[in-house]
């Protein structure tokens, strides 16, 4: 049971707007910042998103992420076939003294 | 270019100790600006975070796993490692290094390609 809440799988078509939701507490989501990796089949995580909304260089603007409250979601536009891909958010909880990562979400593209 | 390589016994037997060392190259392990965490992922399952370490030998545990892992730095050979007792075959999985953002925040923007132990008799 992962301290983060994510939905385990979400989908869309190629061109279309997806959102993954991440839903947490006061003690991580309400109070820090927020993470998103994106790992492709058989690879290691990637940085897609950091500190709530911020890309790394080389992620592109297709991706976004936003935070409200004890919930955070990642929004991807102009849904293309390597998109699909298993999706985290992470933060730090203050209550655990530790990272907290969600169960992630794979995203399908169909 | 920063990378980083996990090395270590890719099979580690009931009860013993799983001890895995990473290698960082491309940059120093003592930059002031970051942690070096380690994170693993079970076969078909979600990330967990290990803990981190910075170069002065500060760390971060999971607290699920404090009391059995122990993280090390070795700044003369740009490493840094971790150590897990009283392993069982639920410390099976994928084990990554990378390089973590300041203080607690999971902020890790360079990984390993990862190493799978396999805890099996």
């Known amino acids: 049971q992962s301290v983060l809440t994510q939905p385990p799988s979400a989908s869309g078509t190629p061109g279309q707007r997806v959102t993954i939701s991440c839903s947490g507490g006061t003690s991580n989501i309400g109070s820090n910042y927020v993470y998103w990796y994106q790992q492709l089949p058989g690879t290691a995580p990637k940085l897609l998103i950091y500190r709530n909304n911020q890309r790394p260089s080389g992620v592109p603007d297709r991706f976004s992420g936003s935070k409200s409250g004890t919930s955070a979601s990642l929004a991807i536009s102009g849904l293309r076939s390597e998109d699909e891909a298993d999706y985290y958010c992470a933060a730090w909880d203050d209550s655990l003294s530790g990272q907290v990562f969600g169960g992630g979400t794979k995203l399908t593209v169909l | 270019q920063l990378q980083l390589q996990e090395s270590g016994p890719g099979l580690v037997k009931p009860s013993e100790t799983l001890s895995l060392t990473c290698t960082v190259s491309g940059g120093s392990i003592s930059s002031s600006s970051y942690y070096w965490g380690w994170i693993r992922q079970p076969p078909g399952k979600g990330l967990e975070w290990i803990g981190s370490i910075y170069y002065s030998g500060s760390t971060y545990y999971n607290p699920s796993l404090k009391s059995r892992v122990t993280l090390s730095v070795d700044t003369s050979k740009n490493q840094f490692s971790l150590k897990l007792t009283s392993v069982t075959a639920a410390d099976t999985a994928v084990y990554y290094c990378?390089?973590?953002?300041?203080?607690?925040?999971?902020?890790?923007?360079?990984w390993g390609q990862g190493t799978l132990v396999t805890v099996s008799s």
């Open positions: 990378a390089r973590g953002g300041s203080g607690g925040n999971p902020h890790f923007d360079y």
